[in-house]
T-cell receptor, first 118, second 110 residues
Framework: GAVVSQHPSRVICKSGTSVKIECRSL??????MFWYRQFPKQSLMLMAT?????????EQGVEKDKFLINHASLTLSTLTVTSAHPEDSSFYIC??????????????FGPGTRLTVL | DAKTTQPNSMESNEEEPVHLPCNHS???????IHWYRQLPSQGPEYVIH???SNVNNRMASLAIAEDRKSSTLILHRATLRDAAVYYC???????????FGQGTRLTINP
């Protein structure tokens, strides 16, 4: 299957600072990328969907000014958590969708980034 | 999005088959049935998907009821590495996003 990477895998920051998380599709072009958030012992919650070169579409209740998403190329999307607070501490997971060689249009997930805001 | 219902948890023994059920009584004709699994502290991993016919791949088999209102993910010979949360998700053809439910937490006993 196709590979999606995230960087960093783990980050600890102080309250009020901004944190950027990168998501890359390594061996395919991602027409669409997704960002999810997962709190402990809960399921994944979709935050936003982004298409390359377009503004992201945010799910209801997700603050677009707080969670900035940039999808500048077919292999890279970034999520910036601005002015992070302890309640933003969570596991952030990106996903990419595209037509990897010989495969159907499947969605592939990154390994996740654990954000801890002190 | 059409809703799926899965048991909260299941338990099985190593080297035995596991049948994970999923009910989706409101499924529409263009909804694909997707299964993903998530190991602890990792992102979800694609397992299998299908529309009407049963599907097999190297990881699992997907058995779809004739009326498509339910499906079963079959792990033919469970290993300890199969312990994970398994999500059954419906996505209609052309839709972009996957919406996750609560899934089934599968425990494998040695």
């Amino acid at each position: 299957g196709a590979v999606v990477s995230q960087h960093p895998s783990r980050v600890i920051c102080k309250s009020g600072t901004s944190v950027k998380i990168e998501c890359r599709s390594l061996d395919f072009q991602a027409t669409t990328m997704f960002w999810y958030r997962q709190f402990p012992k809960q399921s994944l919650m979709l935050m936003a969907t982004s298409n390359e070169g377009s503004k992201a579409t945010y799910e209801q209740g997700v603050e677009k000014d707080k969670f900035l998403i940039n999808h500048a190329s077919l292999t890279l999307s970034t999520l910036t958590v601005t002015s992070a607070h302890p309640e933003d501490s969570s596991f952030y997971i990106c996903s990419a969708r595209g037509r990897a060689l010989g495969e159907t249009d499947t969605q592939y997930f990154g390994p996740g980034t654990r954000l801890t805001v002190l | 999005d059409a809703k799926t219902t899965q048991p909260n948890s299941m338990e099985s023994n190593e080297e035995e088959p596991v049948h994970l059920p999923c009910n989706h009584s409101t499924i529409s004709g263009t909804d694909y049935i997707h299964w993903y699994r998530q190991l602890p502290s990792q992102g979800p991993e694609y397992v299998i998907h299908g529309l009407t016919s049963n599907v097999n791949n190297r990881m699992a088999s997907l058995a779809i009821a004739e009326d498509r209102k339910s499906s079963t993910l079959i792990l033919h010979r469970a290993t300890l590495r199969d312990a994970a949360v398994y999500y059954c998700i419906l996505r209609f053809q052309g839709a972009q996003k996957l919406v996750f439910g609560q899934g089934t937490r599968l425990t494998i006993n040695p």
